[in-house]
């Protein structure tokens, strides 16, 4: 499976737009700000909403400080879309062997949506 990574410091909207196109999957990855998502994360985010594109999963990733309570929704940033949520993995400090584990389930459930089915 082709991935393509945007560091949203530096990314060209305009290419992400484009990269959106063709996404069967969108994996968000941010570390938690001021109680919510990076404000980067969150303009990305929103951008995909905007320009709905057709992709069939999404999951959601990251690492905070403290105010968990604010990542536990990130669905509702993405209201005009329908994909299937994978899951949301979110870390308290750095990642530890459990968290670790659960990004691998994680990699495997999207890789699993994506293995053709047998005919």
Same mark, same amino acid.
């Given at each position: 499976?082709?991935?393509?990574?945007?560091?949203?410091?530096?990314? @060209?909207? &305009?290419?992400?737009?484009?990269?959106?196109? @063709?996404? #069967?999957?969108?994996?968000? &990855? #941010? *570390?938690?700000?001021?109680?919510?998502? =990076? %404000?980067?994360?969150?303009?990305?985010?929103?951008?995909?909403? !905007?320009?709905? *594109?057709?992709?069939?999963?999404?999951?959601?990733?990251?690492?905070?400080?403290?105010?968990?309570?604010?990542?536990?929704?990130? %669905?509702?940033?993405? *209201?005009?879309?329908?994909?299937?949520?994978?899951?949301? !993995?979110?870390?308290?400090?750095?990642?530890?062997?459990? @968290?670790?584990?659960?990004?691998?389930?994680?990699?495997?459930?999207?890789?699993?949506? =994506?293995?053709?089915? *047998?005919?």
């Amino acid at each position: 499976m082709r991935v393509e990574r945007f560091d949203l410091v530096t990314a @060209d909207l &305009g290419e992400l737009a484009m990269a959106l196109v @063709d996404a #069967s999957t969108l994996l968000l &990855g #941010s *570390p938690a700000m001021l109680n919510g998502l =990076h %404000p980067l994360a969150v303009q990305a985010a929103y951008l995909v909403n !905007i320009l709905k *594109p057709k992709f069939k999963f999404a999951a959601a990733f990251g690492s905070y400080g403290w105010g968990a309570k604010a990542l536990e929704n990130i %669905p509702a940033l993405l *209201p005009d879309l329908q994909p299937e949520f994978l899951g949301q !993995i979110f870390c308290k400090g750095l990642p530890k062997a459990a @968290d670790l584990e659960a990004l691998d389930r994680l990699a495997n459930a999207v890789a699993e949506k =994506h293995r053709p089915t *047998p005919a």
